[in-house]
């Protein structure tokens, strides 16, 4: 029987490690070719690992939380395997497995099996003193230059894992810090919140997409010169057609007629007059794109994630529905796929939903124009010198990277969505 590694495959080409979100097969446990074996958390979606060939998993690796990169193996499947059986043990393998104090188990099997343990033996008697430790406590104890001898094991097997190796670490360096008067002076400075006596509180660990959001978040704000401008929109001819047509819309081709088509008809017609709002900088030269993907934000359980309407100026508003609606849903299952959020042009994000009345929405990079909608609201509008009418009106927002688009450009490019918004029938015109 043939001892197969199960290693973290290419993921895509701008990802290159993820995290061990969860282990949906244990040890022992039989898997067939195609089972899905273990959930890994990236930057952007949630990918399963399945198996390539029938067998029982001998051992994992890895841990529930541990940072993997492509390549590595996080997992030993013994092939055409019986739960509960002996398994030859991988080379690989050998160095993360408990090591047993007692000698060696007689091999069991072929003579194929038998022959490959005849040249261990030498190399298993000098690992016998070594301390039971996972990969990751091992890897951690060289960067840090622990002895794994001396660490102090909490696991109730006697396993070394890298929290103790961490502990292990802070402990040693505790004799250093001790003369010095500095550390006793900073906890009076500027105590943290978890360290004041009586408090609750509750400590979470950020996942990865989060962890990536906030990074590229910061590093726009850092790298793009980005500026805001508003305008609001009158939305009762949008509404009249709404209501009007809604049953029939809906009859014909199965999905409700909502805002979002209108905005993204608005918007590609907007962008085909002010072009630099659908390009982006690279290097010293300007990306302009002669093609219409737009993104649209969809606020997903672990963080915000933006799928893509690709070749938007060439589909109707019931196939913009169609497309959103069925981004939507993956989105909040957490089923979309990288190529569904890689490539687009301009984002549009509705803070509306959520009850937004105003907002200077954040670029998503390498884009430079992004359209805030927010919350239709009834206020008192004048129609003339004369005359006031209650209107159901929208702030919009266009935050735009003032490095290649002007304030000139933006605004009008702003005002030119507010005026197809605000005639609909112009938007069938503008194709």
């Known amino acids: 029987m043939n001892v197969i590694e199960i290693k973290v495959p290419e993921l895509a080409e701008s990802i290159s490690e993820g995290t061990i979100a969860q282990w949906l097969k244990n040890v022992g446990d039989n898997v067939k070719k195609g089972d899905n074996i273990v959930e890994l958390e990236t930057d952007k979606v949630n990918i399963e690992i399945s198996a390539d060939y029938d067998g029982i998993i001998q051992e994992v690796l890895r841990e529930e939380g541990d940072t993997v990169e492509v390549g590595d193996v996080i997992a030993v499947l013994k092939e055409n395997g019986e739960a509960g059986g002996e398994a030859t043990q991988a080379p690989e393998a050998a160095e993360s497995k408990e090591e047993a ?175 630099l709002l659908n390009a982006e900088i690279q290097g010293d030269e300007v990306l302009l794109k002669k093609f219409y993907d737009i993104g649209i934000a969809v606020g997903a359980e672990e963080g915000l994630v933006v799928p893509v309407v690709r070749d938007a100026d060439k589909l109707s508003f019931a196939g913009i529905e169609k497309e959103i609606l069925s981004l939507g849903k993956k989105a909040r299952d957490n089923k979309l796929t990288l190529s569904e959020l890689q490539g687009g042009t301009f984002t549009i994000t509705n803070g509306g939903i959520f009850g937004s009345l105003m907002s200077t929405p954040i670029l998503n990079a390498p884009q430079v124009g992004i359209l805030g909608m927010h919350g239709i609201k009834l206020r008192p509008v004048a129609i003339d010198a004369e005359r006031m009418e209650n209107r159901p009106m929208m702030y919009i927002a266009l935050s735009y990277d003032h490095r290649i688009v002007d304030g000139r450009e933006a605004v009008s490019f702003l005002a030119k969505v507010k005026e197809m918004l605000e005639d609909p029938e112009s938007l069938l015109l503008q194709g």
């Open 101 to 275: 104090k007692q000698p060696a188990v007689e091999p069991i099997g072929t003579a194929q099996e038998k022959q490959p343990q005849e040249t261990q033996p030498a190399e298993e008697r000098k690992e016998t003193d070594r301390p039971l430790a996972s990969p990751a406590a091992r890897k951690l104890a060289r960067e840090l230059g622990i002895d794994l001898s001396k660490v102090e094991a909490r696991d109730p097997l006697g396993r070394v894992r890298p929290e103790d190796v961490k502990a292990a670490s802070e402990k040693a360096a505790q004799p250093e810090q001790k003369p010095a008067k500095a550390p006793e002076k900073k906890p009076a400075s500027a105590p943290k919140t978890a360290d004041v006596p009586g408090k609750p509180v509750e400590r979470m660990k950020l996942s990865r997409r989060r962890q990536t959001i906030a990074k590229r978040l910061v590093e726009v704000q850092q790298t793009a010169a980005m500026l805001t401008t508003f305008n609001e929109v009158d939305m009762t001819a949008i509404n009249d057609i709404r209501k009007r047509r809604k049953d029939a819309f809906l009859q014909q081709n199965d999905v409700k007629l909502g805002y979002m088509s209108f905005f993204t008809k608005a918007v590609v017609g907007a962008l085909k007059q002010f072009p």
